[in-house]
């Protein structure tokens, strides 16, 4: 008997902008909707916390750095069975891009950038309110004093040959969801 291996169309979703910008909530709204599987990096790097434990500024980031890796590992896996999935976080414009290049010379996929941006005072405020309900790990407190620096949406900016769209994330609760919807539909069927 021989087997036929049958070409599955592969498709990223990618959520990416800066902290406090609402990666993760429309993540989570869009994998439900979609029923794709999330690869989310503070999901990853909070559980990563409570495995290895919490420590200072430089602990977070060394820990957000293997976050990034493992992101691209569970993609991999996904892309390797033939699953579509949507990642999200604070990907390194660069370092993004050549790992997505990477994955994409060897699946073939196609990409969706839906890129999360707000004014720099809103992000500031939202990434002030939420230290005390994210995880301790983060230590958002001790990086308060120089967030700011951080929060420019083009930092983060994929800059892929894909699909690309702009969400204004100023305000979730006159959030359009509908072109989002669309697009990510007319992504996910090409």
């Not at 999200?88 to 993004?96: C, M, T």
């Amino acid at each position: 008997m021989k087997l036929m291996m049958m070409s599955v169309p592969r498709h990223v979703v990618i959520v990416s902008g800066p902290p406090a910008s609402g990666k993760t909530t429309l993540a989570k709204r869009l994998a439900a909707d979609f029923s794709l599987p999330l690869i989310a990096k503070d999901g990853i790097k909070e559980a990563l916390f409570e495995t290895l434990g919490t420590g200072d500024r430089e602990w977070s980031q060394r820990l957000g750095r293997g976050s990034f890796a493992l992101i691209w590992h569970f993609l991999e896996v996904e892309l390797a069975v033939g699953r579509s999935a949507l990642v999200e976080g604070n990907f390194d414009a660069d370092h993004g891009a050549a790992e997505l290049t990477r994955l994409r010379r060897r699946f073939g996929f196609k990409a969706l950038q839906l890129h999360c941006r707000a004014p720099a005072e809103v992000l500031y405020q939202r990434y002030e309110r939420r230290i005390t309900d994210r995880h301790p790990g983060h230590v958002d407190k001790q990086r308060l004093a120089d967030i700011r620096e951080h929060l420019d949406p083009d930092r983060y900016l994929l800059p892929l040959p894909d699909d690309l769209l702009i969400v204004d994330t100023t305000s979730f609760d006159s959030l359009d969801y509908s072109p989002i919807h669309e697009a990510l539909r007319h992504h996910l069927d090409s």
